[in-house]
């Protein structure tokens, strides 16, 4: 990589911080005069107040910048681009509206089909499960290709959103997410990815001061599910494409914490006869709380874990190492084991609880 290319990299870093930082307060003002505001209505809510949820809106701003001034505009990219544009203001209507869940998932098929079919980006192959046969990965046919990417994109964008639930936990984790994919992009000579994901980071680390406990604005489901999109179609592009043998594993193990959180989450969910999509408090970030630990301590034991499953991935990725499978290993272990501990309920909700009874 060249010196130039390398300046870029850093400024495209910058730029997107600098002006995600500078349009957060904008965003906040814009929010209470337009109605997306997060009033709390239900124990999932970890905050007592309304607090303005367009942060998003900062986010995607100073990721625009950079792009815009350092971005090599491409097929692929364009087609990423239109379709986060789908997602965003998607979200924007459903952060001051509410949309129906049905009618969101039409929406997100709608924006994975466009980085499909417009950028070509596609899951075109896939790890061969068979451990005696001698080819070590499957070539998808057309039709199951374009499945498991739809597929893929949808989940990952929701996963993000669904991780969105403590103050400074999603912006933390896609921007520890990207650091990855960058990393590996930069490996592989995929530069305009690692543009990208560095755009990505930046607008993340510039929206984290004022999201950050106690936050005083969220980045709602404009934010959050523009990250998802974003960090599920680089993955799809950057690293699925580039290590065809381990393919499945190490976008995995980069997005793993929201995508095994979220799958988590809908298994339980299914198992009660709920919805998938119906929301709860069986996320992993409320059993930590619920096991005692304050919301700053949860969330960087959070970003501990996506650290770990990144660094696993890069692991992976150069080395093919057994020690990436048994970091891998010993972290799904950690959060299945969190994921089945019991709720301990504080004097507070008891005396709550005790209280209803009664009533």
């Not at 002006?19 to 505001?37: C, D, E, N, Q, Y």
Request: net charge positive; with cysteine.
């Amino acid at each position: 990589m060249s010196t130039t290319e390398i300046i870029f990299l850093i400024l495209t870093f910058v730029v997107a911080f600098a002006f995600s930082f500078a349009a957060t307060p904008i965003a906040h003002r814009l929010a209470f005069k337009i109605g997306a505001v997060d009033v709390p209505k239900d124990s999932r809510r970890m905050h007592k107040k309304p607090i303005p949820r367009l942060g998003g809106v900062a986010i995607v701003f100073g990721f625009m910048v950079a792009i815009c001034c350092f971005g090599r505009m491409n097929r692929e990219l364009t087609a990423i681009l239109v379709g986060a544009a789908i997602i965003f203001a998607l979200g924007i209507v459903d952060d001051c509206k509410n949309l129906d869940a049905k009618f969101k998932f039409l929406i997100q098929i709608l924006a994975a089909l466009v980085v499909m079919i417009g950028g070509n980006i596609r899951i075109t192959v896939f790890t061969n499960p068979n451990i005696f046969s001698d080819n070590p990965y499957l070539v998808l046919p057309w039709w199951l290709s374009g499945i498991a990417t739809i597929v893929w994109i949808v989940f990952i964008t929701n996963a993000v959103n669904f991780i969105d639930g403590l103050d400074g936990l999603a912006a933390g984790v896609s921007a520890i997410m990207s650091v990855s994919l960058v990393f590996i992009s930069i490996r592989v000579g995929e530069y305009w990815v690692a543009v990208v994901g560095l755009a990505l980071m930046g607008a993340c680390f510039g929206f984290l001061p004022f999201n950050f406990n106690p936050a005083k604005i969220f980045m709602g489901d404009s934010g959050s599910t523009f990250l998802g999109f974003i960090l599920a179609s680089l993955s799809v592009q950057g690293v699925f494409k580039s290590y065809a043998i381990i393919s499945f594993a190490v976008p995995l193990l980069i997005l793993g914490l929201p995508l095994f959180d979220a799958m988590f989450a809908m298994i339980r969910r299914v198992y009660h006869g709920q919805s998938p999509m119906k929301a709860d408090r069986g996320h992993l970030h409320h059993r930590l709380i619920d096991m005692g630990f304050s919301q700053k301590q949860t969330v960087f034991i959070l970003y501990a874990i996506s650290g770990i499953l990144g660094i696993t991935a890069v692991l992976l990725a150069e080395y093919g190492s057994m020690r990436a499978l048994v970091l891998m290993i010993a972290v799904l272990i950690f959060i299945v084991v969190v994921g089945r501990l019991p709720k301990i309920t504080s004097s507070q909700e008891q005396e709550e609880e005790k209280t209803q009874e009664e009533e």
